[in-house]
C-alpha cells in the first residue's frame, strides 16, 4: 500500500510599528565650557645628558602638562619611570606644581648607552613623553683574554690572528682608550707594542714568533688592573698547513693538503680528521694526498684538519666536510627505507638558510599496542645534538603558529571525530558479523536486471533505522515515516516527517544534494570503487535524511551492512543500499549537539561520497570478510579528495598549498578535514600545542584507546590511513594499470583478506 500525501505552505505575516518619540539631545549651539582634562605631557629640561653608569645626572627630569586648550594644568600626577638600561627615579611620581610642572631624579643604571626614562599622565599612561641619557663606562677595573691563546705557527712567523685582551669596569662594561702593552719572549716580536683599547674595550698586537720549535709565550699587561698580566702560549713548528682540497671535502672521498714540513715517506704523516685518522697515500714536503675517512653518520659540519710528523703538529685547518650521500627531496616527493642500516638520514644545508625538515614516525604495525622508538638529532654547527620540538613547539606546516580554528571549522571539526568514532565501531561490527547471510537478492552489482517501480515524489516510505548506539544492530532500530522528496538517476532524497521544525533543509537544497550525486559523486564512485549492489532493483541509492542520526552524539551519518544482509537473520534490515544522513537543528534538539543549517549543507555532498564508498565496499565484500577499519576509512575519506578534485580545477600531483587545503566552506569538507585529522595524529591539538604522547603511542593502521595517558583515537589515525592509502595509490597506481585500477582491486581482488595482508597481496 502506498500512502500519498500532499503537502502546503502557510506563511504567516506581521507588521512592525516604529513611531516617533521624544528625546533629549546636546544643542551643537550650546558654548557651554568644557571640564579641563590633561592633553598633552612634554620635556622641559632634563633630556640628552650623558653620566657615568650608577651614578645621578646633574639635572633633574622636568615636564610640563597642559590641558585641551594648552593651559597649564596643576595637581596633574605624573608618573616616572626607567624603560631602558636599569637605573631608579626618585620620587616615581610627583604632582604638577601651579606652572603644571613636576620633576624628578635619576641614577643611571650600570649598563653603558642609551638609557630612557617615561614620563606619562597617571590617569592616563597613554599621554606620554620619553628622557634620553648616554651612560658611559667607570674607571678601568679587570683585563680579560679574548683571542690569540695556543695557536700553531711556522718558526719566524707571524701568527695568523693576533693576541687580544679586553678592560672592562667594574659592571663588565667596555672601557675604550685605555692603554695595554705587548711583549713576546723567546725570540718572538708584537707590533704594536702599546695599544689602545677601542670602542669595544679591546686592544690586540700581532706575534711574531721565535726561530725555536716548541713552546713560546707572550703577555698583555694593563697596570692596576684586575687579571693583569695574561700570557699567550704558542708552538713554533716547521710543520705548517695552508690550504685543503676540495671544498668542501666528502667522507669517504680523496682530498689534497698543501704546506710545509711534511715527510715524504706517506706512513710517516699523521692526518687527523676531527680526531680520526685518514689514509695518506702519497707525499712530498710540500703536499699530501689522503683518503678522508667515513665517519659514523655525522652531518655535514666543518671539521678540523691537523698533521704530525714525528714530534710535531701542524696548525690546525677548519673545512666544510660533507658525508658521502645526502637526502634531497623536493615538495611532494617521496623517499622509502628499508634497510636498518640506511636509518642515518643526512641533509645538507639549503644555501639561502631556509631548509627546515619535520621528521615524523609512525608505527606500522596492525594493532592496538604501543611501540616506542627514539630519534637522535645532530647540527653539524654545534657541539651537541639540538633538542627535539618541545611540547608546544608543534603546529602543522599547513597553518602559521598561533593560529585556530574558526567556529566553523571547530563544528565540522568536532563532527567529523565523533562521527568517525562512530563509523569506527559499525566497521567493526561489520568484521565481527561478517558470518551473517546476505540478502537473497543480493547479486554482483555488474549484472543486469530488470528495474522494479521506482518511488515518486510524495510518496511516504517506512524505514528501519539501525540503533547504533547498540551493539545488536541486527535486532535494534527505530522505524520512521519518511517523505519522498527528490527522486533523481542515482539516488533518491527522502525526508522524515518528524525532523525538527526549526531550519529544516528547503527544497532548493535537496534538490542540490540529488544533482550532486547524480552529476559529481556516483560518476567518481563508479570509476574509482565501482558501483553499489542494487537489493531493491531501483538502480539508486536511498539517502534517508533523519533526526535519529542527530539522536547520536555529534553523529553526521552513515551506512550499515545490516541493509544488505537476510531480513530473516537481520530484521532490521530495509533490503536496499540506504544512507543515512543527520538535518540542521541548531536548538540541539536532542542534547547530543547542535547542527547548523550551513555546516550541514556544506558537510553534505563530501559525507554521501564517504558513505556511499562504504556502500560499495559492503557490496563487493558482503559475504566474503570485509576490509579492516583503517582500509576502509581511509579510501572513504580518499573519495572526498577525488571528488573535491572532479568539482575544482586541482588535479592529483600538485603543490596545492595551504590556501586551497585550508579553505572555507563546503572545501573544508572535501580537503581540510584530511590534513586536520593527519595533524592530530601528529599531535595537534587545534591550537598551538602538541598532545603528549602523539605519535608515539598511536600506530599508522590502527590507535590505541583513549587513556588518560594515551591521546590517540580513532578519528586521529583516519588521517594517518588515508595519507598512507593516498600515497599507496600515488607511488604504485600508474605501473599497476591506473590509480582507479588499484583502487578498485584493493576493495575486491582478495576479498578474504584485510590490512596489511591485503596490500601485500596487490602490491607485493
Not at 651 to 656: C, F, K, M, N
Not at 694 to 702: E, Q, V
Amino acid at each position: 500500500m502506498r500512502l500519498i500525501q500532499s503537502w502546503g505552505t502557510t506563511f504567516l505575516w506581521g507588521a512592525l510599528a516604529i513611531g516617533a518619540g521624544a528625546c533629549k539631545s546636546s544643542d551643537p549651539t550650546n558654548n557651554e565650557p568644557a571640564t579641563p582634562t590633561p592633553t598633552t605631557i612634554t620635556v622641559v629640561a632634563g633630556s640628552g645628558q650623558a653620566g657615568t653608569v650608577g651614578g645621578a645626572l646633574g639635572a633633574s627630569l622636568l615636564v610640563q602638562v597642559n590641558d585641551q586648550n594648552n593651559a597649564a594644568m596643576a595637581g596633574i600626577s605624573v608618573t616616572f619611570a626607567v624603560t631602558a638600561g636599569g637605573g631608579s627615579v626618585s620620587p616615581n611620581s610627583a604632582n604638577t606644581n601651579s606652572s603644571g610642572q613636576a620633576s624628578t631624579d635619576w641614577t643611571l643604571g650600570t649598563e653603558a648607552g642609551n638609557q630612557t626614562v617615561r614620563a606619562s599622565v597617571t590617569s592616563n599612561p597613554s599621554i606620554n613623553t620619553d628622557f634620553s641619557a648616554t651612560a658611559g663606562p667607570d674607571a678601568a677595573a679587570t683585563l680579560t683574554m679574548v683571542g690569540g691563546d695556543m695557536q700553531t705557527g711556522l718558526v719566524s712567523a707571524t701568527l695568523p690572528n693576533p693576541i687580544e685582551v679586553k678592560v672592562e669596569d667594574q659592571f663588565g662594561n667596555a672601557v675604550p682608550g685605555h692603554s695595554v702593552t705587548f711583549s713576546a719572549n723567546d725570540g718572538g716580536s708584537v707590533a704594536p707594542v702599546d695599544a689602545t683599547t677601542d670602542n669595544d674595550g679591546v686592544a690586540g698586537a700581532l706575534w711574531t714568533l721565535g726561530s725555536g720549535t716548541g713552546a713560546q709565550t707572550a703577555q698583555a699587561e694593563a697596570t692596576g688592573l684586575t687579571g693583569s698580566p695574561i700570557g699567550f702560549d704558542a708552538i713554533g713548528t716547521t710543520l705548517f698547513l695552508t690550504s685543503i682540497s676540495p671544498d668542501p671535502l666528502v667522507q669517504g672521498a680523496s682530498a689534497t693538503i698543501m704546506g710545509t714540513g711534511f715527510d715524504v715517506v706517506p706512513t710517516n704523516n699523521t692526518v687527523l680528521v676531527d680526531g680520526v685518522a685518514a689514509t695518506v697515500t702519497a707525499a712530498t714536503i710540500t703536499s699530501l694526498d689522503i683518503t678522508l675517512p667515513v665517519l659514523n653518520c655525522q652531518p655535514a659540519k666543518d671539521a678540523n684538519i691537523t698533521v704530525g710528523v714525528a714530534a710535531q703538529t701542524s696548525n690546525l685547518l677548519s673545512q666544510r666536510l660533507n658525508p658521502a650521500s645526502s637526502l634531497s627531496l623536493a615538495v611532494g616527493e617521496q623517499h622509502v627505507i628499508s634497510d636498518p642500516n640506511d636509518f642515518c638520514l643526512q641533509f645538507l644545508a639549503d644555501p639561502t638558510g631556509g631548509d627546515s625538515y619535520l621528521v615524523g614516525v609512525s608505527a606500522t604495525a596492525e594493532l592496538d599496542a604501543v611501540m616506542p622508538f627514539s630519534l637522535t638529532a645532530e647540527d653539524g654547527a654545534a657541539t651537541a645534538p639540538p633538542a627535539l620540538l618541545a611540547a608546544a613547539d608543534l603546529v602543522p606546516s599547513f597553518r602559521s603558529p598561533g593560529s585556530q580554528l574558526t567556529p566553523y571549522e571547530q563544528e565540522v571539526l568536532a563532527q567529523e571525530e565523533a562521527r568517525l568514532q562512530v563509523e569506527s565501531r559499525l566497521r567493526q561490527w561489520e568484521m565481527d558479523n561478517a558470518h551473517l547471510p546476505r540478502h537473497p537478492a543480493f547479486y554482483d552489482a555488474r549484472v543486469a536486471r530488470a528495474a522494479a517501480a521506482v518511488p515518486v515524489v510524495g510518496d511516504s516510505i517506512v524505514f528501519n533505522v539501525p540503533d547504533i548506539s547498540t551493539s545488536t544492530l541486527c535486532t535494534s532500530f527505530i522505524p520512521i515515516t519518511t517523505a519522498v522528496k527528490v527522486v533523481g538517476t542515482n539516488g533518491i532524497v527522502v525526508v522524515d516527517r518528524d525532523n525538527p521544525p526549526d531550519d529544516p533543509f528547503t527544497d532548493p537544497e535537496l534538490q542540490q544534494f540529488s544533482d550532486d550525486f547524480d552529476n559529481d559523486i556516483y560518476a567518481v564512485l563508479l570509476a574509482n570503487f565501482d558501483a553499489p549492489s542494487d537489493i531493491d532493483l531501483n538502480q539508486r541509492v536511498f539517502m534517508v535524511l533523519t533526526k535519529e542520526v542527530n539522536k547520536v552524539e555529534n553523529a553526521a551519518g552513515f551506512v550499515s551492512s545490516t541493509d544488505l544482509n537476510d531480513p530473516v537473520s537481520c530484521p532490521s534490515s530495509n533490503e536496499g543500499e540506504i544512507f543515512y544522513g543527520y538535518v540542521p537543528d541548531p536548538a540541539d534538539s536532542y542534547g547530543t549537539g547542535a547542527r547548523s543549517h550551513s555546516g550541514v549543507v556544506d558537510n553534505m555532498p563530501a559525507l554521501i561520497a564517504h558513505e556511499v564508498t562504504h556502500t560499495i565496499q559492503q557490496t563487493r565484500r558482503l559475504g566474503s570478510g570485509f576490509m579492516s577499519r583503517w582500509e576502509a576509512e581511509g579510501q572513504a575519506d580518499m573519495a572526498k579528495e577525488l571528488l573535491g578534485l572532479s568539482q575544482r580545477p586541482e588535479q592529483l600531483d600538485q603543490d596545492l598549498g595551504a590556501s586551497v587545503i585550508t579553505g572555507a566552506g563546503p572545501n573544508d569538507a572535501l580537503y581540510t578535514q584530511r590534513f586536520s585529522r593527519l595533524g592530530r595524529y601528529f599531535g595537534w591539538d587545534l591550537g598551538t600545542d602538541k598532545i603528549p604522547e602523539a605519535p608515539h603511542n598511536c600506530s599508522l593502521f590502527s590507535y590505541k584507546d583513549p587513556t588518560p595517558s594515551l591521546q590517540c583515537t580513532s578519528a586521529f589515525y583516519y588521517g594517518a590511513s588515508w595519507s598512507f592509502q593516498r600515497w599507496v595509490v600515488d607511488q604504485y597506481g600508474t605501473a599497476y594499470g591506473g590509480n582507479d585500477a588499484l583502487t578498485r582491486d584493493w576493495i575486491d581482488l582478495n576479498p578474504t583478506l584485510s590490512g596489511r595482508a591485503n596490500v601485500e597481496a596487490l602490491l607485493g
